[in-house]
């Protein structure tokens, strides 16, 4: 039985790699940081049954004593690199704790795997970012585009993406980059754009909203399911040699799209309005409406990410098998079911 270790076990991807790893025959297990509240709901969401096949560690990627303890008495064949500070807006607000987290903390792991004597017997995989594309140079974004991170998140990623290359040809570990484009799911954080708009535009259905204020809704972006994005993880680590791969859809949509699809999807009139607005966001007739606010705009924006899974296609064998359009639909759905049972 392989054995993986999971950091990140608690947000989304997690949740997705350990249903997949244990439905492997993996044995899972799952670092998890001291919280005051239980961080593990998004187990509850998916299907609690998955808490209780994972074995659970405490640890922290800014805790280097926790990093080595676990990784000398686990013993992973494979590691799953997913813990992050992975907000970009939330990394200008935070930047050193972003960069002691997603830089440092991916150092921190690899030395784990090196003081442990595991180097040549741990699979490393890294949760890089299409954000280190950031002001893009060319369209598509493949292996071979140049980095231009604008973020605190993306330079510490940078970071992590060039240790992560660092120790494979340093010291023959097969370490992987999976350069993964943003990919959603109903189990997305709240303050991520698409999750945002579902369960906004969720409550404003059921009443108990009366408007989503957004950003920059002119951003676009390749959006996959997240689902789909873990199987690539998975496969990254399966390979005969360590290599860095894009994960994409090759779509793009902006983030005004997005918001219509899952209006569609819920079938809903939406106003979408700039002016004129009261300071709850209501225009003069108390519209329900879409309004923007510069709260959610970036100090170093983003604006553009298109990749080609070219090379992950050829030999990984990906596909994106969820179009947008279904995946708008399958988190509209779900938040409006939640948002019902709140209610009732
Ligand atoms: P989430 O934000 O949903 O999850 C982040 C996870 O990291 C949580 O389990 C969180 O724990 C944990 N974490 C945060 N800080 C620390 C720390 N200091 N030590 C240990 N654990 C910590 O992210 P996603 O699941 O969406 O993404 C997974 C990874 O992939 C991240 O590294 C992200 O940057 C990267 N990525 C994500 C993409 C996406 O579109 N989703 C695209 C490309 C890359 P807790 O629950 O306690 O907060
Ligand atoms: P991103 O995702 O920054 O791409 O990082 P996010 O959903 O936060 O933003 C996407 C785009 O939407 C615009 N936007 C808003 N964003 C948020 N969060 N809230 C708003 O109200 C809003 N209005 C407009 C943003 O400006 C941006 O252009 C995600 C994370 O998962 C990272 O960890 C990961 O590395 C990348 O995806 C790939």
Known sequence: MKKALITGITGQDGVYLAQLLLSKGYEVHGMIRMASTPSTTRFDDMDSSLYDSIQWHYGDLTDSPSLVRLVAEIRPDEIYNLAAQSHVKVSFEVPEYTADTNALGTLRLLEAIRLAGLEKHTRFYQASTSELFGKVRETPQTEATPFHPRSPYAVAKLYAYWITVNYRESYGMYAC???L????SPLRGHEFVTRKITLALARIKCGLQDCLMLGNLDARRDWGHA?????????MLQQDEADDFVIATGQQATVREFVELVAKALDMEITWKNQGLDEEGFDAEGNR??????????????????????????KLGWTASTTLEELAQEMALADLERVRKEQA
């Open 177 to 179: 980059n999976g350069i």
């Open 181 to 184: 484009f943003n990919h959603e």
């Open 227 to 235: 689902r789909d994005y873990v199987e690539m993880q998975w496969r």
């Open 289 to 314: 409406i879409i309004a923007i606010s510069p709260e959610f705009f970036r100090p170093a924006e983003v604006q553009k990410l298109l990749g080609s899974a070219k090379k992950a296609h050829e």
